[in-house]
């Protein structure tokens, strides 16, 4: 289809008859509104050369008319036809054509046999001009005709029939590609609108070229806003930056319509010149909301980390020493083995390696590998095919190096691995490839291993129970963990939280304990460490009575379990005086924070750096009113 914008009733009856209105349908348009209204039909667009820049913010394909000398000349000999003297003529057109006109003129001053004087018709001014000037403007420039010339009046000048047929041509030239364009843009709006995301595009100009439903919606646009600047909706649009630097801004936070949104600006660039931008964002609620969904699924599938080095509790200086090493061995790829007695938190360890690392986003998986029984170990590790043993699952089943990939796996207890295991591991370690149990197909993997044992490996080795090779391998970075009885300065703390978590646990709460209780936990051995340290305390949160517990109470949980040596009861004998004392600052820093807040407990505890329960608890605790 052609369509004809803006043109003399004259010029639109010669294109009119020199198209086959069958092949090529011809529509006439008179304003940008009726254009819009059918910019889902295929056509291009036929106009005179001071409408075209209205055109250009629609994007379709334009084919502009204009005069040329031979124009010109042909009205001034059909002027002098008819009895008319001319000697030298003044020409306004537009700005471009104007620009064309002069060029021309240059090249051949002779073809139309008379000085010329061209002026732009958005400058023109004629006062003062005298005889025998003739004045001559296009037939399509309706603006100057309403300034009279001094002295006689407008000539139009009307587009000869080879002018117009050369336009014609060119039209129906672009009519294929017209509907591959239309097709391609139909396309692609469809991807956009389908997007999650909102998006926007800007030309080189800042006009609008592109936009969804959800960008309309996040920025309060109504109606059509293609053509228009960007700045008459966000007058001081980011997109503009981005347009002159050319570089992507990725992740800023804004406020736009009092929705907090995440965007992304990117450049569009062309042979090394910005041509456009394109933004896309998001509401963050939108991005909480599916970063919940996905945390809940990794959650029910075990594929999540929870605890972060920060969550470890404990500021005795092996503990900081351990995190230290534990921060700074995240940065790295390489496998980390974490040695430690049974129950002393390697798995916390391991999970807090994993969130401090590039990839805290990807998925942490976790076996025990003296849990399970060695013939279901490999298939867990490795996956299997369908058919690979009797009661493998239709279509076989992944692996956890499988699953784990572009994350961590955890491998506790790999002192029980079976030896035939360990060649199967140290293959995947060296090639990071996995083949399932009965199947033929090498399945490439990116995983980051990290292995823990209570063993002492190299005793393995020399006992025959542990591979050499596959030892050096797991041992490129070593994290040891220390005992609880190497930092018991951190056992208050560790019952201080384990009570917080229990109180939230049970309906039995804890509000009042004896100090002295702190220093009976600390005499002990504690062979089975934190995680025995845990099972004593949810004991002892079961069995107090009213919120208070007294040190007379909890004594008997202590019957037949290991003391410390003589050497550390004088150790501890001298701790006493320093307990009471650091006890004695922590009321008094209590005291002074409420007094500050005015008794606001939820200020004061803001303020102390805890939660209103824990305060509440130690103000019972130090008889706090």
């Not at 001319?86 to 060029?103: F, P, R, T």
């Not at 002018?163 to 672009?174: E, F, G, K, N």
């Not at 220093?519 to 305390?537: A, C, K, Y």
Request: charged residues 30%; negative net charge; glycine residues 6%.
């Amino acid at each position: 289809m052609i369509a004809l914008y803006r043109l003399d009733k004259t010029v639109e009856s010669k294109i009119a008859a020199l198209l086959d209105t069958e092949e090529h349908p011809v529509v006439y348009f008179y304003s940008i509104r009726s254009i819009l209204d059918h910019m889902m039909t295929p056509f291009v667009v036929i106009t005179s050369e001071p409408y075209a820049e209205e055109m250009a913010s629609l994007s379709l394909p334009v084919v502009t008319l204009s005069i040329d000398l031979n124009d010109i000349k042909d009205k001034v000999d059909s002027l002098r036809e008819a009895g008319k003297t001319v000697e030298q003529i003044v020409v306004c057109a537009s700005e471009n054509e104007k620009s064309w006109l002069e060029k021309e003129f240059e090249l051949q001053p002779d073809t139309v046999g008379c000085p010329c004087l061209f002026h732009a018709t958005e400058n023109v001014n004629l006062r003062g001009a005298e005889e025998p000037f003739t004045y001559l403007a296009p037939v399509w420039d309706t603006s100057i005709r309403r300034s009279k010339p001094p002295h006689g009046e407008w000539h139009l000048v009307e587009p000869s029939l080879s002018t117009i047929r050369r336009a014609v041509q060119q039209a129906v030239s672009l009519v294929p590609f017209t509907r591959d364009r239309l097709r391609e843009k139909l396309l692609m709006g469809a991807v956009v609108d389908s997007l999650h995301d909102a998006v926007i595009a800007v030309d080189r100009q800042s006009r609008i070229t592109l936009v969804n439903e959800q960008a309309k919606m996040l920025l309060g646009l109504s109606g059509d806003v293609l053509g228009r600047p960007i700045t008459d909706y966000i007058p001081h649009s980011d997109m503009l930056r981005v347009l002159k630097t050319g570089r992507q801004e990725l992740g800023d936070v804004a406020t736009v319509m009092d929705r907090s949104i995440v965007i992304n600006r990117i450049p569009v660039i062309v042979k090394d010149q910005v041509v456009g931008a394109v933004s896309n964002f998001k509401e963050i609620s939108d991005i909480q909301k599916m970063e919940m969904s996905l945390r809940k699924k990794l959650h029910e599938s075990g594929l999540e980390a929870r605890y972060r080095l920060e969550n470890i509790i404990g500021t005795s200086a092996q503990i900081r020493e351990t995190k230290q090493h534990a921060a700074l061995f995240a940065k790295s790829n390489a496998t980390v083995l974490i040695t430690g007695e049974s129950g002393t938190g390697k798995e916390l360890f391991a999970q807090g390696i994993h969130l401090e690392s590039g990839r805290a986003l990807g998925p942490f998986l976790a076996v025990n590998c003296a849990a399970l029984p060695k013939s279901l170990l490999e298939s867990e590790l490795f996956g299997y095919e369908e058919g690979a043993f009797t009661g493998a699952k239709k279509g076989g089943k992944p692996g956890l190096f499988e699953l784990a990939h572009g994350g961590t796996l955890f491998l506790d207890e790999i002192g029980e691995m079976p030896l035939r295991i360990q060649v199967h591991l140290l293959r995947v370690l060296q090639e990071r490839r996995v083949r399932r149990v009965g199947g033929e197909r090498v399945i490439p993997v990116d995983v980051r291993i990290i292995v823990a044992t209570n063993r002492n490996l190299e005793r393995e080795i020399e006992k025959g129970q542990f591979r050499s090779d596959l030892y050096y391998r797991i041992n490129m970075l070593k994290l040891e963990v220390p005992s609880l009885r190497e930092r018991l300065d951190d056992i208050p703390a560790l019952i201080d939280s384990m009570i917080q978590e229990m109180n939230e646990q049970h309906e039995q709460k804890i509000v009042t304990l004896d100090t002295e209780i702190y220093l009976l936990f600390q005499q002990h051995h504690w062979p089975g460490n934190v995680r025995e340290l845990r099972n004593v305390v949810e004991r002892m949160v079961l069995l107090s009575r009213d919120g208070m517990v007294h040190v007379e109470d909890v004594a008997w949980l202590f019957q037949g379990k290991k003391r410390i040596s003589r050497t550390d009861d004088e150790y501890y004998g001298s701790l006493i005086p320093r307990f009471t004392e650091e006890m004695n600052q922590e009321a008094s820093k209590i005291r002074d924070a409420l007094e500050k807040a005015k008794h606001n407990r939820t200020v004061a505890a803001k303020a102390l750096g805890m939660d209103r329960t824990t305060l509440w608890r130690k103000m019972k605790q130090y008889q706090i009113e």
